[in-house]
């Protein structure tokens, strides 16, 4: 089990976890889902849209370029634990990289990470799904996960090549605009206008979500 309380002062990876689908059943019904996630040891292949061995159960909301990895914070595994009275193994809340040294919640979309020989890109947050409820084994998780705002980041693959746990996590790069990922989520519950429209203009905000956002303005009555 990782020490969640003794953090390193550099940024690192200390966890790669993955996940084949399994079916699992939930409030009746069977659902197939790869929440499920445990660490691998050794050196791991990031490459096209995914970690190798990792695969996504529902293409229609999970994977693709822009999903293509998932990381989570140690520091944010410490909060949880203490707020749930229980200890964490990494991968609990469906992530490739547990990563410790980094504020995910201020990560900014479109910054650019280097770890191990891969480069990966910050797009956007982790919005919770009922599929995190399954994997807690309580359905109002989703809500207490979303109001904790500590929402991990997905990652798009600039740059394959493999990583390993204690490899270093630099920042290569942070565009000026300054949008933080968490911000998306902000954005996507309030439907603040200003929000709405950098999405539609800040060109790192994956095409989705820019999508989406010019469809809300056209719906969000503006005040005088």
């Not at 690192?12 to 993955?18: G, K, L, M, W």
């Not at 059943?25 to 889902?33: I, N, S």
């Not at 979303?146 to 204690?166: C, K, S, T």
Request: glycine share 10%; proline share 5%.
């Amino acid at each position: 089990m990782t020490d969640f309380s003794s953090l390193e002062p550099v940024p690192i990876v200390t966890s790669v976890n993955v996940g084949a689908p399994r079916t699992v059943e939930w409030a009746g019904r069977q659902v197939l889902t790869s929440i499920w996630k445990a660490p691998v040891e050794g050196r791991v292949q990031v490459f096209g849209v995914n970690v190798a061995g990792d695969a996504q159960s529902d293409l229609r909301v999970h994977g693709g370029p822009d999903k293509a990895v998932y990381a989570y914070a140690g520091e944010d595994y410490r909060w949880w634990e203490t707020e749930l009275g229980v200890a964490l193994t990494p991968g609990t809340f469906g992530e490739n990289l547990t990563v410790v040294g980094l504020d995910l919640g201020k990560a900014v979309v479109g910054e650019v990470w280097e770890a191990g020989t891969t480069q990966l890109v910050v797009t956007q947050p982790r919005l919770p799904c009922f599929k995190l409820g399954m994997r807690m084994g309580d359905a109002a998780f989703v809500q207490r996960f979303d109001d904790a705002r500590r929402y991990g980041v997905y990652l798009r693959i600039l740059r394959a090549g493999e990583v390993g746990a204690g490899d270093t996590v630099t920042v290569a790069s942070r565009p000026a605009h300054g949008l933080r990922a968490s911000s998306i989520a902000d954005i996507h519950k309030s439907r603040n206008a200003d929000g709405l429209e950098a999405l539609t203009r800040i060109q790192e905000v994956p095409e989705e979500w820019r999508t989406w956002a010019a469809r809300q303005i056209g719906r969000t009555p503006r005040l005088s």
